[in-house]
């Protein structure tokens, strides 16, 4: 029934996606339709919906690979500090390799954050406390770290504005042409549907892994890369999303439990759905001008989050 | 003396002390056991002030410790955890000499309290690395620090959760022959968590047996140490040896 | 030893303190040194604000890396710069005078922390990460807020959110110094006095409570003078994220006691080297072409990273 309503859910919002606009679609007319309405749908309505459901699906799966890891429901790219190393790379990018190619920052973004996720795993090695919480809070220290080394650049090359700015999780620009990079994030996921009983063995921790037979190092760094991927062409098509990662994996746990080949589907499919919502949300609001979706989705996960913690806390 | 009436404690929707009632006697060693979960750990807790309960009352000597301050408090019971740790570099006789806090406020040690401080790291064998640090100890000789901080503290009631927990054969049987030294020459109330029901039976005047948070059994050693009550608590067979008058379990088959 | 270190701390400071005041006077020594003296006694101010403040926080959170900033006031701080920017435009700073601004941002900061405290610490034995990730979230949220409002501000009225973004001691204002000073030293007045109850709580929150400590109230009392001091010196200077790490942690390598007398008074001193040294090479090397706090933060982001993958002690 839950499934049901779900799948449900995200066809209509998907529908809902195609529809929604500042472009009228003269339904009436069919002429009007082939004519306006397909070159809209095709460059920029169907681009949209794909890059959202792509990036919805592959923000989340990232969250849950990096909890199964690191064996902390609260851990994501929000809260490890992905998102920063990914702007930092991609500002790294455009100080040092000015008019490069959208590929080429998002060259920089992969290598950052995969350089990051690094750094954070052997950070987790050696930390006694291991508090539901405390490691979370070290990653998002972790991440404002970043984001202070690149104030430091930006503030020399004066771009402290357009820093702040682009790279706030928006899908207006989403246009045929420049949204293509996003598909780089499918290979990723399959990859991790493929592996999914041996990333569940991960969630048992190194010790247990590794007497199970399997290959830690390698797994591990295999699920980094497919993070650092996912996270990366997202970021370069649509900028930050935050929260998504973090907050999708937790309300699938709490339903489907941690079985990853069971859960991975509906992680994807309430990931794709929650952003559909998020952007539509964005879309109608301040009709016909946008709020970008970064901002609804921080308010709307924030909130989530809050919650979720709560439930979390209590039967810690 | 400690009395418990009625207490509830639930963490979430999962209680684990339902309507406990147990009567400590004063001067005396008494021993809690049970299996996992029975809800030792979270009675010593709320006894010791570290958590509130849902319902139910504690008293120490006829008073209501929600009506004692912290302060006044820890002058009167000690409380040793089961997993101590701490991120600071300090040293041995330091940590020992927090034991004395309750007296000094962090204000200037006092004569007593600097002798008790020395009585306590002589007695739990110390004085040779008093002045190393803990990080730098191995866990039974940083176990023997903190009991010795409790011996400094000097309070006429003493909680301790599993104590011999990394202590060795030698330091165990040593730690229990102190604890009923101090119930029986100055007449401290010790009440402990053991999981060796044979150090229990050994060492304890009473014993207090928990199951699904209430006291299922309570009684002087002698009376809890039987095969039909060991079983009831653990739901595995028992076989008692009366051996130069002491009780032994056998409950490996 | 521990005299020795503290001396040697001392000394430094005082050498690095007359260096500042007194290199290249000029001719005109009666306007340079009063003006460099104010910013000097800003500058002490601040760092012991940020030195007590950091150690204290880190001994009730437990842990050696985190810094009050990360429970969100410098989110609402910069939120709130933003915003009446957005309003205002370039007319911001006729509209609303730096006083006005200042008793605003403190009131909000200061507002910001208690409805946390007590929304959370209400009800009783919350543990104080939860109320840190409550904190945090709220100032992700804060932040994606702003990184809207600067989408839509100009980018010539940027420039007035930029002065907010960066802590900097070039130009203080004396009215807003005075009344800051005297705030922030009752509070670390106040504060001296529960010293010798934080040292109880480095063995542990429960270890303390058996040795005789109120937890809850301790832990309320640090959070309220911490949640002054940060809302003040941020108002008063703005943001430098990463000194409190930085100070705290050198203090803990440098100075062989866990008393926080010493911890916090080693911390304090270095702040002053760091801060007062910083601002040195800001006007003599740098020209006034970065600011203090972005120097400061990207060493301290540095060494913090260092600190992830060295310390044992995490």
Request: charged fraction near 15%; proline fraction near 2%.
């Amino acid at each position: 029934m839950r499934t049901f309503l779900l799948i449900f859910a995200f066809f209509i919002l998907v529908l809902a996606s195609l529809l929604i606009g500042v472009k009228q679609i003269d339904w009436a007319n069919f002429n009007s339709i082939i004519e306006s309405g397909s070159l809209v749908f095709k460059v920029s309505r169907f681009p949209r919906t794909i890059a959202l459901i792509l990036a919805g699906v592959g923000l989340s799966v990232s969250g849950l690979i990096m909890q199964q890891i690191s064996l902390n429901k609260f851990v994501s790219p929000t809260t490890a500090g992905t998102l920063d190393a990914a702007k930092l790379g991609i500002l790294v990018g455009l100080i040092f390799f000015p008019g490069t190619s959208n590929f080429t920052q998002m060259s920089f973004a992969f290598l950052f954050t995969i350089l990051a996720s690094l750094v954070f795993m052997q950070m987790l090695k050696h930390i006694k406390q291991r508090s539901l919480i405390y490691i979370p809070l070290l990653g998002i220290m972790f991440g404002n770290v970043l984001a202070a080394i690149g104030t430091f650049f930006g503030y020399r090359f004066d771009i402290i504005q357009n820093m702040e700015t682009w790279l706030i999780g928006d899908f207006s620009k989403v246009l045929q042409g420049n949204y293509e990079l996003i598909y780089i994030s499918l290979p990723a996921v399959i990859l991790t549907y493929l592996y999914a009983n041996k990333l569940t063995a991960l969630g048992l921790g190194e010790e247990t892994a590794k007497s199970l037979g399997l290959k830690y190092n390698t797994l591990v760094f295999i699920g980094l890369i497919s993070i650092s991927l996912t996270v990366s062409a997202v970021m370069i098509t649509a900028g930050a999303i935050p929260f998504l990662g973090l907050i999708v994996p937790n309300i699938i746990s709490l339903f489907y439990g941690d079985n990853l080949k069971k859960s991975l589907p509906y992680t994807a499919l309430l990931g794709a759905t929650l952003l559909l919502f998020c952007d539509i949300v964005s879309r109608l609001l301040i009709y016909p001008f946008e709020i970008p979706i970064g901002l609804t989705i921080s308010i709307i996960g924030g909130i989530i989050f809050l919650v979720l913690i709560r439930k979390r806390i209590r039967y810690a | 003396m400690i009395t418990v009436k009625d207490l509830h404690k639930k963490y979430g929707d999962h209680p684990v002390l339902n309507g406990l009632n147990i009567e400590f006697p004063k001067g005396k060693v008494i021993s809690l056991i049970g299996g996992n979960g029975a809800g030792k750990s979270t009675l010593l807790s709320v006894i010791s002030k570290l958590i509130d309960q849902d319902k139910g009352q504690i008293t120490l000597s006829k008073e209501d410790i929600t009506n004692i301050s912290h302060k006044d408090f820890a002058k009167r019971l000690s409380f040793l955890r089961q997993s101590n740790f701490t991120h600071i570099r300090l040293k041995v006789h330091e940590l020992v000499a927090f034991g004395r806090f309750p007296y000094n406020r962090g204000k200037k040690m006092s004569k007593e309290d600097k002798q008790k401080v020395e009585e306590a790291i002589t007695f739990m064998e110390l004085d040779n690395i008093a002045n190393s640090y803990l990080d730098e100890l191995s866990g039974g000789q940083r176990q023997r620090a903190y009991l010795a901080m409790i011996l400094a503290q000097d309070t006429e009631n003493i909680l301790l959760d599993e104590p011999l927990n990394n202590l060795d054969m030698k330091y165990s049987v040593q730690i229990m022959k102190t604890l009923k030294k101090f119930a029986r020459k100055q007449g401290k109330t010790v009440i402990l968590i053991v999981h060796d029901i044979n150090i229990a039976s050994q060492y304890s005047d009473y014993i207090a047996a928990l199951k699904d948070g209430v006291v299922q059994h309570f009684g002087t050693t002698d009376e809890i140490i039987k095969p039909r009550i060991l079983k009831d608590i653990f739901d595995i067979d028992f076989e008692v040896i009366l051996n130069r008058g002491c009780k032994f379990c056998l409950y490996y088959n | 030893m521990l005299k020795k270190r503290i001396f040697i701390l001392v000394g430094i400071t005082i050498s690095i303190v007359l260096v500042y005041l007194l290199t290249l006077v000029g001719n005109n020594p009666d306007y340079v040194i009063p003006k460099r003296a104010t910013r000097l006694a800003a500058m002490a101010l601040i760092a012991c604000s940020i030195g007590y403040s950091s150690v204290v926080f880190q001994t009730i959170t437990n842990n050696r890396i985190l810094t009050p900033s990360i429970m969100g006031f410098e989110a609402v701080f910069i939120l709130f710069q933003a915003f009446i920017v957005f309003l205002y435009g370039d007319k911001t700073f006729q509209v609303i005078e730096q006083q006005t601004n200042f008793l605003f941002s403190v009131v909000l900061m200061f507002g910001f922390a208690l409805i946390l405290y007590f929304a959370l610490f209400r009800k009783r034995q919350v543990h104080v990460y939860f109320l840190l990730l409550v904190g945090l979230i709220l100032g992700a949220v804060f932040k994606s807020m702003t990184s809207f409002l600067e989408l839509v501000i100009d980018p010539n009225e940027f420039a007035f959110v930029q002065r907010y973004l960066f802590a900097s001691f070039n130009n203080i204002n004396t009215n807003l110094l005075g009344i800051s000073a005297i705030a922030l030293f009752i509070s670390l007045l106040i504060g001296t006095r529960i010293l010798h109850k934080l040292d109880v709580l480095l063995l542990g929150k429960e270890q303390a409570i058996t040795l005789g400590i109120n937890y809850q109230r301790l832990v309320q009392i640090s959070l309220l003078l911490i949640a002054i001091q940060v809302s003040i010196s941020t108002a008063l200077v703005g943001p430098i994220t990463f000194l409190g790490i930085l100070i705290a942690n050198l203090s803990y390598e440098f100075i062989p006691s866990y008393k926080h007398r010493h911890t916090i008074l080693g911390a304090s001193l270095f702040g002053i080297i760091l801060v007062v040294g910083g601002q040195y090479l800001v006007e003599h090397l740098f020209n006034m072409n970065t600011t203090i706090s972005i120097l400061i933060n990207f060493v301290g982001g540095v060494y913090f990273i260092f600190l992830l993958l060295k310390s044992r002690r995490l």
